[in-house]
């Protein structure tokens, strides 16, 4: 029964996280393993639920020399937030990679 529910409860909140109005994520560890990854995220990404389970570095290799990954280390480190406007991102879509301004909310 309780199993049942754990597995219900599971489904609901995967359909809440997929539906957010918001691009979401949720990393795990000092890796930065993506755990949730809602459509709106992986579109900004450019990538597939595939990357679920992936360190993020792995799954978007692009992300190398930008801030990022070291703005997203110091948050786990330190705790500390991280607000950023119209900041500068290349990412790669359909092998094509292009610059897009971002907030982050971290």
Do not use: H
Request: hydrophobic share 40%; with cysteine.
């Amino acid at each position: 029964m309780l199993q049942k529910t754990i597995s219900r409860l599971k489904t609901q909140m995967k359909g809440f996280f997929d539906e957010a109005p918001i691009a979401f994520g949720i990393l795990r560890n000092r890796n930065l393993r993506i755990e949730v990854a809602n459509r709106l995220i992986l579109q900004v990404w450019g990538r597939t639920d595939a990357v679920i389970g992936q360190d993020l570095g792995v799954a978007i290799p692009e992300l190398e020399g930008q801030p990022y990954l070291k703005i997203l280390d110091n948050i786990f480190l330190t705790g500390e937030r991280f607000i950023g406007t119209e900041l500068k991102v290349s990412l790669e879509r359909d092998g094509i990679t292009e610059c897009y301004t971002l907030q982050f909310y971290l």
